[in-house]
T-cell receptor, first 113, second 114 residues
């Protein structure tokens, strides 16, 4: 059973703080993704990675960066949090060699005050 | 880049009726089209998918159709039940070797009225 976990379910930060969101998967998946989910906007891709130390910009990368030092871990970094980054953040992983199915984590609801 | 449009944004049906959700995509290179269901407070989960070399796929009460020429695909749920109430997302994916980029639609909130 694939398990994707995220470091926090709820997070409250102040404007200007540096924020780290962590995602860990236990199925040796090559691909990992970060999305943000906002009402009426669906799931928007921030960044994704198809291999260790590899990263690709998604559709809304501005204000975010990522790190993938190990295959199982993909971190999303908000260098200087702003109120418009208040959102639900979802991590996902997949292994295209086996299946294209994405497996999602439970999400982190981030509030920036 | 890829653009996926999804309609309607909300849908209410009586229990036992059918529900149809439609999506269009822009990039002809997209070759994989999954549908995810997200129940309230839970993570999205795959319910059905279709590849670009197939026109239709069915799994019990759920079916998906794909028209590559028109670049649109649809989800059909028959004999709806209250537990079908959720938000449904379509997606278009480009996969090349180990590289996979997925673009989601904006979601459809389905309410099945008992």
């Amino acid at each position: 059973d694939v398990k994707v976990t995220q470091s926090s379910r709820y997070l409250v930060k102040r404007t200007g703080e540096k924020v780290f969101l962590e995602c860990v998967q236990d199925m040796d998946h090559e691909n990992m993704f970060w999305y943000r989910q906002d009402p009426g906007l669906g799931l928007r891709l921030i960044y994704f990675s198809y291999d260790v130390k590899m990263k690709e910009k998604g559709d809304i990368p501005e204000g975010y960066s990522v790190s993938r030092e190990k295959k199982e871990r993909f971190s999303l970094i908000l260098e200087s949090a702003s109120t418009n980054q208040t959102s639900m953040y979802l991590c996902a992983s997949s292994s295209p060699a086996l299946t294209d199915t994405q497996y999602f984590g439970p999400g982190t609801r981030l509030t920036v005050l | 880049g890829e653009n996926v449009e999804q309609h309607p944004s909300t849908l209410s049906v009586q229990e036992g009726d059918s529900a149809v959700i439609k999506c269009t995509y822009s990039d002809s290179a997209s070759n994989y089209f999954p549908w995810y269901k997200q129940e309230l407070g839970k993570r999205p989960q795959l319910i059905i998918d279709i590849r670009s070399n197939v026109g239709e796929k069915k799994d019990q009460r759920i079916a998906v159709t794909l028209n590559k020429t028109a670049k649109h695909f649809s989800l059909h749920i028959t004999e709806t039940q209250p537990e079908d109430s959720a938000v449904y997302f379509c997606a278009a994916s480009i996969r090349s070797g180990g590289y996979q980029k997925v673009t989601f639609g904006t979601g459809t909130k389905l309410q099945v009225i008992p």
